[in-house]
């Protein structure tokens, strides 16, 4: 039963236009959110995070939106760079005494010059 | 500051045998984290600890898998006997406080088992 999904398994978009990159979530209890990325042959690093006290969490050109009601977040990547080529895992955790975070399969993003 | 170090990056063996693999924290973090990479089933938590401890094996597979932590600076995850099915690119990450969101991740190890 997988609580966090992404749905697309890749994605392709142009330099210069914006990345939008989804994840559902089916467990209540999670009440922060965090987008790494991942590029071959390295470990994930994180990107941005979310608490569930809020919608919207902005650092340069990454914005992370919370909607609790859908059970739903999205990453936006403006403007996207050929750089930004990488793996993107959305992950949910937990607070109090449980510090696991369950992680989505990804999405493979591609940004074509 | 050197980030989480893991060794080997690869390793290849045949099944039955036994795999060791290494994982050094971020000094200072309080928490560190063993993952299991596949197609299959994406990025799964195995097993946790704090301040050394094991707090939540849960993901733990079968008991072919252990894991030990024997001071802050050195953990190590084993198979016995492996399996191919265990093939995977094994992750460690750590982090620093209780309750932080942010875990660092090793480079990871990718295991062959043949």
């Known amino acids: 039963d997988q609580q966090v999904k992404q749905n697309s398994p890749s994605l392709s978009v142009q330099e210069g236009r914006i990345s939008i990159l989804n994840c559902d979530y089916t467990?209540?209890?999670?009440?922060?959110f965090l987008w790494y990325k991942k590029y071959p042959a390295e470990g994930p690093t994180f990107l941005i995070s979310?608490?569930?006290?809020?919608d919207k969490n902005e650092d340069g050109r990454f914005t992370v939106f919370l909607n609790k009601s859908a059970k739903h977040l999205s990453l936006h990547i403006v403007p996207s760079q050929p750089g930004d080529s990488a793996v993107y895992f959305c992950?949910?955790?937990?607070?109090?005494?449980?510090?696991?975070?369950?992680f989505g399969k990804g999405t493979l993003l591609t940004v074509n010059p | 500051d050197a980030g989480v170090i893991q060794s080997p990056r690869h390793e290849v063996t045949e099944m039955g045998q036994e795999v060791t693999l290494r994982c050094k924290p971020i000094?200072?973090?309080?928490?560190l984290f063993w993952y299991r990479q596949t197609m299959m089933r994406g990025l799964e938590l195995l097993i946790y600890?704090?301040?050394?401890?094991?707090?939540?094996d849960s993901g733990m597979p079968e008991d072919r898998f252990s894991a030990k932590m024997p001071n802050a600076s050195f953990s190590t995850l084993k198979i016995q006997p492996s399996e191919p099915r265990d093939s995977a690119v094994y992750f460690c990450?750590?982090?620093?406080?209780?309750?932080?969101?942010?875990?660092?991740f090793g480079p990871g190890t990718r295991l062959t088992v043949l």
């Open positions: 990450a750590s982090s620093r406080l209780a309750g932080a969101n942010e875990q660092f």
């Open positions: 467990n209540s209890m999670f009440d922060y």
């Open positions: 979310i608490s569930s006290i809020k």
């Open positions: 992950a949910a955790g937990s607070g109090g005494s449980n510090y696991k975070l369950t």
């Open positions: 000094s200072g973090h309080d928490y």
């Open positions: 600890f704090n301040n050394n401890v094991p707090i939540d």
